[in-house]
């Protein structure tokens, strides 16, 4: 398969050269015809399968063309989760369209609006946005969605999770009603679901849980370790394995703050990314992280759920999450588009249940590997596979199911 044979106009198949895209992944190949086709897409595709191309392409070949741009109005819109993702999502759409005459802009909070507003007045063809900054401005009255003809709910399970489907039903209500669906998501749980149900109708489904082909290659281990000498195995990880580029998930702010300043001390350049750093600070960190001239970067789940690096090498878990598709999509942040990846969790006793609940989703054990001189006074036990989350089974009778089955291949382990 090659993106021409998809219906490509030649702008756009120069950009994706220039790219170095040489074939569509397997959720390219699915998506971009239907797309093209006019109809309506649920698909459930992990982040780093190619996914964004996989939307955008298509949504640019239906908005080419001349036309006059009118002002606080928009073709396409695009929403996000998180204001990583719409910055990094706008910037794939500028580089697809870079042959063409479409123009694109990200919209998130945390930023004066007045700017904001000057660009939606100036036209804009694709709007990337985030919830509440999308509410927000319409409640202004600086957008209205008359000319409107394409959505997209990207990562619609991450958006539920962060708790936004009451702002996106909202946003939903205010868009007409003829208008070409997109929905993308990771997982397809119950509430992404009745989200495609309630919102989506005649939808094609897509879904990749069998073409592991497309999927990240990724080497997971562990490592168990008594709590308080986690950050001391972390900094000898990092000398000993000299690593170059890790993106390490903690749980607090205040914890993220912390090991980065331990790190440093210990000579490593670390740098924490989170909520109370301003946006330029977090824009820095990210691109000198990108860039690879800041080996380590530290961030709560929220904070990292956006990055999207190429060819990211590592992720480490400096603690383990809360929730097992959560350390579905930390790892997926590695091994992206045929790049292979490692994921290392650091695990002490108290994350036993946690590991429990992440080893039967995964459907089987993560290799471990641990170091004789931190050795875990208290020892975590070996995992019971069939675990199920007490509140899992009462709220729904039984676990969830999605494209990461047990015994999923993508998911390699060492052992
Ligand atoms: P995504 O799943 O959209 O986050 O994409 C993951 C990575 O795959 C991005 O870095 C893209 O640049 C890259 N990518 C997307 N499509 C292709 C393709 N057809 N061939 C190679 N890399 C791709």
């Known amino acids: 398969m090659t993106f021409s044979k998809l219906g490509l106009c030649e702008p756009i198949l120069k950009a994706v050269l220039e790219q170095g895209y040489t074939a569509p992944t397997p959720i390219q190949a699915k998506v971009i015809p239907e797309i093209l086709a006019g109809r309506s897409v649920v698909a459930s595709a992990q982040t780093g399968t190619g996914k964004t191309a996989g939307f955008v392409l298509p949504i640019l070949e239906r908005l080419k063309g001349e036309r006059k741009r009118r002002a606080k109005r928009m073709r396409a819109l695009i929403i996000e989760p998180t204001r990583e993702l719409a910055v990094q999502v706008q910037e794939s759409i500028r580089q697809y369209a870079r042959h063409l005459d479409v123009v694109s802009m990200a919209m998130f909070g945390g930023v004066d609006t007045e700017q904001q507003k000057q660009q939606l007045i100036e036209g804009v063809d ?8 999308l509410l927000d401005m319409i409640h202004q009255r600086a957008l209205h969605f008359d000319e409107l003809e394409i959505l997209v709910l ?36 119950d509430d992404v679901r009745r989200l495609a149900d309630t919102n989506i109708e005649n939808a094609v489904e897509i879904s990749l849980e069998n073409d592991w082909a497309s999927a990240p290659k990724i080497t997971q281990w562990l490592v168990t370790v008594d709590k308080h000498n986690k950050s001391a195995l972390l900094s000898h990880l990092i000398s000993e394995h000299q690593w170059t580029q890790a993106l390490v998930f903690i749980r607090t702010k205040h914890g993220a703050a912390k090991l980065a300043s331990q790190l440093v001390k210990r000579g490593i350049n670390a740098e924490a990314i989170h909520s109370d750093r301003s946006q330029a600070n977090r824009s820095k960190i990210l691109a000198e992280f990108k860039s690879g001239e800041l080996p380590i970067l530290i961030g709560t789940g929220i904070a990292a759920r956006g990055i999207d690096i190429d060819n990211l090498e590592r992720v480490v878990n400096y603690d383990l999450p809360d929730d097992a598709d959560d350390y579905i999509h930390r790892i997926g942040r590695t091994g992206r588009a045929g790049a292979s990846g ?38 975590v036990p070996i995992s019971i596979l069939d675990f199920v989350k007490k509140s899992a089974r009462e709220s729904t009778g039984r676990r969830s199911t999605d494209g990461n089955k047990p015994g999923n291949p993508w998911l390699k382990n060492r052992k």
């Not at 694709?126 to 900054?133: D, E, K, M, Q, Y």
Request: net charge negative.
């Open 126 to 133: 694709i709007l990337v946005a985030t919830p509440g900054r």
């Open 154 to 189: 990207d990562e619609a399970d991450r958006m539920l999770d962060m708790g936004f489907i009451g702002d996106i039903n909202k946003i939903i209500e205010r868009l007409p009603e003829q208008r070409q669906n997109l929905l993308l998501s990771a997982t397809m749980s």
């Open 342 to 379: 490692e994921a290392v969790s650091l695990v002490s006793n108290d994350d036993f249940k946690r590991l429990c609940a992440i080893e039967s989703r995964l459907g089987q054990l993560i290799g471990r590997r641990d170091n004789e001189a931190f050795k875990a006074v208290k020892e």
